[in-house]
T-cell receptor, first 116, second 117 residues
Framework: DTAVSQTPKYLVTQMGNDKSIKCEQNLGHDTMYWYKQDSKKFLKIMFSYNNKELIINETVPNRFSPKSPDKAHLNLHINSLELGDSAVYFC???????????????FGPGTRLTVT | AQSVTQLDSHVSVSEGTPVLLRCNYSSSYSPSLFWYVQHPNKGLQLLLKYTSAATLVKGINGFEAEFKKSETSFHLTKPSAHMSDAAEYFCVVSDRFLSGGYNKLIFGAGTRLAVHP
């Protein structure tokens, strides 16, 4: 069974559209994350949720809105897509948010978003 | 502030020779350090982690790394490279005390490892 899964794997869309990426983890973790990897492979955290509560919100345009319906799912909705949003988006999860120690994060396979 | 510097953007070795991927970090307190590997068009896989226990950390696939506080380094090594080791490697730091108590990972820019026959 895949520990952290994302759908879709590839997403091609036009500027101005709205799209969503879904993420699910079956590890029983409390904390989930979204990362963006740009064309130079640089990875940066965007958001983190702990038990459905937003705990990390980096300087991301408010066109990006994460939603966590339960602690096993963290979705990313993007409004009014722009060319610069083209990237690979990774979901990750960890045992907890760090309150009891530093736990490694487990990453999904990524979603390659291409905006034309 | 926390930061990670991977000193080489590309490293090329011959199969069977040693691998050295260099990483320096900046963190005010006692950081946790990780190495992740990303194979082409794949997600990230944890190779190993340091969280203030033994300074020499052994990971998967024969990789290991040594935490040297005096040099603020966490270099990744492997005695003998295999063709399947060709991938992008990321050095990562997390310092909960500087991140409001949360596990916030700061990634280095990555080192692309090429392995030649």
């Amino acid at each position: 069974d895949t520990a952290v899964s994302q759908t879709p794997k590839y997403l091609v869309t036009q500027m101005g559209n709205d799209k969503s990426i879904k993420c699910e983890q079956n590890l029983g973790h409390d904390t989930m994350y979204w990362y963006k990897q740009d064309s130079k492979k640089f990875l940066k955290i965007m958001f983190s949720y702990n038990n459905k509560e937003l705990i990390i919100n980096e300087t991301v345009p408010n066109r990006f809105s994460p939603k966590s319906p339960d602690k096993a799912h963290l979705n990313l909705h993007i409004n009014s897509l722009e060319l610069g949003d083209s990237a690979v988006y990774f979901c990750a999860s960890s045992q907890d948010a760090g309150t009891s120690g530093t736990y490694e994060q487990y990453f999904g396979p990524g979603t390659r978003l291409t905006v034309t | 502030a926390q930061s990670v510097t991977q000193l080489d953007s590309h490293v090329s070795v011959s199969e069977g020779t040693p691998v050295l991927l260099r990483c320096n970090y900046s963190s005010s307190y006692s950081p946790s350090l990780f190495w992740y590997v990303q194979h082409p068009n794949k997600g990230l896989q944890l190779l190993l982690k340091y969280t203030s226990a033994a300074t020499l950390v052994k990971g998967i696939n024969g990789f290991e790394a040594e935490f040297k506080k005096s040099e603020t380094s966490f270099h990744l090594t492997k005695p003998s490279a295999h063709m399947s080791d060709a991938a992008e490697y990321f050095c990562v730091v997390s310092d909960r005390f500087l991140s409001g108590g949360y596990n916030k990972l700061i990634f280095g820019a990555g080192t692309r490892l090429a392995v030649h026959p």
